[in-house]
């Protein structure tokens, strides 16, 4: 071996002592045959003698173990794979993991061993368990807020009917703004799926035959996705009592999509009784067209031909996850 060999070979061990990532080399048995010096302190090997040879699928348990095999098999077959799971260090200690494996492959172009390179993540899995119960007891707290305003609101809205209606809508409002908030914990209050949200909303009004939905994945800050699911509720609502959903040949198209960098949100009715625009503009209608507008930093409005409503937001893509 040259002198430059040598250095060369020094260096890629010095690399991967420095590493923390484990890096592995499996054999196509799935049997381990060497770990990097980085690997061991990392994985708290102090002998790798005693483990290497064994079934490197049986470090991991539960459905790490499945993922394992399989990682194995799609190696052998010449494909790269990855999984994340829980295994223990040979000190016992748990650990969370990010496990990529890539075939190696020989000089007649298949594979004759399986690189596997682990990257602990213990730390960010605890963080996300943190911030989740945290979310959790947020909704906890939501949800005895919202029973504590309405009840505040069934004993201070007394009247006839009219004031009935007020304060049916009124609750029914802040049940929305709860729902909303229970599909941001499910997201750890980060974010919320427009199609989930669109569903969600569209619950209790009319059979899922009455709808069609369409779109790409997009998803929504906290902020947009309370101010959209108000506004969902609020022509749901409408479409029931006034609209496509008053009558089963009713029918509502919901589509959205991205073009040129712009937002573009559609609902559109169908099959229900001839419409009139309104005389005036109740809350409902001026928060949809103002607010929504604002919160998009877009256009918003109704437009009320004889054969349907329909309702159009536009807005940059950037104001979607906008805080």
């Not at 000089?107 to 996300?128: F, N, Q, Y």
């Not at 949809?288 to 930093?297: M, P, S, V």
Request: glycine share 8%; proline share 4%.
């Amino acid at each position: 071996m040259t002198s430059q060999e040598l250095r060369d070979a020094r260096f890629m061990r010095s690399l991967l002592a420095a590493s923390d990532d484990c890096i592995k080399v499996i054999d196509l048995d799935g049997k381990l045959s060497f770990m990097s010096e980085g690997g061991k302190r990392v994985m708290e090997v102090s002998d790798f003698n005693a483990i290497k040879g064994c079934p490197w699928p049986d470090f991991w348990a539960d459905q790490g173990n499945v993922d394992a095999k399989f990682a194995i098999e799609e190696a052998r077959a010449g494909r790269s794979y990855r999984f994340q799971g829980a295994a223990n260090t040979a000190a016992g200690n748990p650990r969370f993991w990010d496990v990529h494996i890539t075939p190696i492959i020989g000089p007649d172009g298949k594979p004759e061993a399986i690189l596997s390179v682990s990257r602990d993540i213990t730390s960010l899995k605890e963080a996300e368990q943190r911030q989740r119960l945290l979310a959790l007891e947020l909704q906890h707290r939501m949800k005895n807020t919202v029973a504590m305003i309405q009840a505040i609101a069934n004993q201070t809205i007394r009247g006839g009917p009219e004031v009935d209606a007020v304060k049916e809508t009124f609750v029914a409002r802040l049940n929305t703004m709860a729902s909303a908030q229970d599909i941001l914990t499910q997201t750890v209050w980060a974010k919320a799926s427009l199609a989930f949200l669109v569903e969600e909303a569209l619950k209790g009004h009319g059979s899922p035959t009455s709808f069609r939905i369409d779109g790409p994945l997009v998803e929504l800050s906290s902020r947009t996705a309370l101010a959209m699911a108000l506004a969902l509720h609020e022509l749901a609502t409408n479409a029931t009592k006034y609209g496509a959903l008053s009558r089963d040949t009713g029918r509502i198209d919901i589509s959205w999509s991205i073009e040129g960098g712009e937002f573009i949100f559609e609902w559109r009715e169908s099959g229900g009784p001839v419409v009139e625009a309104p005389t005036r503009r109740g809350f409902g209608s001026r928060m949809i067209e103002r607010a929504l507008a604002g919160y998009f930093n877009g256009t918003a409005g109704m437009t009320y031909a004889p054969t349907g409503a329909m309702f159009s937001l536009r807005g940059p893509v950037e104001a979607l996850t906008a805080d």
